[in-house]
């Protein structure tokens, strides 16, 4: 039976690999959610939040540095430890708006919970993250790379909702449904690659893409970067997103989440079915770096 729901972002991204909605949030939420994100992101910069992504390294674990830590990401938006601030993401991460969006990418009402967390500039020293797909190595072959692009094609939707003006993510268009070519095989690092585009999003724009596009990101000391990232899964096809998801970390806390609405309530407790068929397993990380 052909799905109802509508399908502009879901067509969008399969011609391109990602979409980008303009003004998602109002001129209210954005000063709201901003003002939030600030407190948080001064918070983590004094050491008084355990969960951030730390300069010089792209993908976790994120073991604390020895020598004057910098960060460039916040984690863990929703945990229970962040109070009332927590419990007002939530409230974001389930608006109706954003869910569907979500649910027109992923061509479903099932969805479950992900990730939900901000992207930040650093303040010690400029930092790049290099090209990748976000499940698929480098070393993988043609073949390899094609089977792992067509079984995650939607099993999860990713976002970034900007707050600040934002012009970080490069992205590849197009490349989320074929091999990397010789000349992308080539650039593992920061070099230029053909057809490249940097994504502008203005504050309140709201960016969704496959994960799997070839992509990479810049992070300036001299720019403030405050940008929700985040990701929706498709819960029939949670597996194929378990290690992508489980290796931050966010399964650790479900126990002693508290749901501010049922919307949360349903997709935390998919995220924790998923997390239990995976129990036992050791799933490792997706990339290293």
């Known amino acids: 039976m052909p799905s109802t729901l509508p399908h502009k972002y879901h067509d969008e991204i399969v011609e391109n690999g990602y979409t980008v909605i303009k003004q998602l949030l109002s001129r209210d939420e954005i000063e709201k959610f901003l003002k939030l994100s600030r407190e948080e992101i001064g918070k983590a910069r004094n050491g008084d939040w355990p969960f951030v992504r730390f300069n010089g390294k792209q993908f976790p674990p994120w073991d604390k ?8 990401g916040v984690t863990h938006l929703m945990h229970p430890k962040w109070g009332s601030v927590g419990k007002q993401f939530q409230e974001l991460y389930t608006d109706e708006k954003v869910l569907n969006v979500v649910k027109d990418i992923l061509q479903t009402e099932d969805l479950n919970m992900e990730l939900f967390n901000m992207l930040i500039n650093p303040t010690k020293k400029d930092f790049d993250l290099r090209w990748h797909r976000d499940d698929v190595e480098n070393s993988a072959s043609d073949e ?7 079984r995650c094609a939607f099993s999860g939707a990713q976002f970034n909702l900007a707050l600040k003006d934002d012009v970080n993510l490069i992205v590849v268009p197009k490349s989320h449904a074929r091999p990397r070519t010789a000349e992308e095989r080539q650039k593992l690092k920061f070099e230029p690659i053909t057809g490249q585009l940097v994504v502008h999003l203005e504050p309140g724009d709201c960016a ?4 799997n596009i070839l992509h990479r990101a810049t992070y300036s000391t001299k720019r403030e970067r405050v940008t929700l990232h985040g990701s929706y899964g498709n819960y029939k096809n949670g597996k194929n997103r378990a290690r992508l998801v489980l290796q931050h970390g ?4 479900l126990d002693q989440f508290e749901p501010t609405n049922n919307e949360i309530n349903i997709m935390a407790d998919r995220l924790k079915q998923v997390s239990e068929q995976m129990k036992g397993k050791d799933l490792g990380y997706s990339l290293e770096g």
């Open 65 to 72: 540095p020895e020598d004057e830590p910098d960060i460039w």
């Open 144 to 150: 390899k790379e094609m089977e792992i692009l067509e």
């Open 208 to 211: 969704f893409y496959n994960p």
């Open 250 to 253: 966010v399964a650790d806390w």
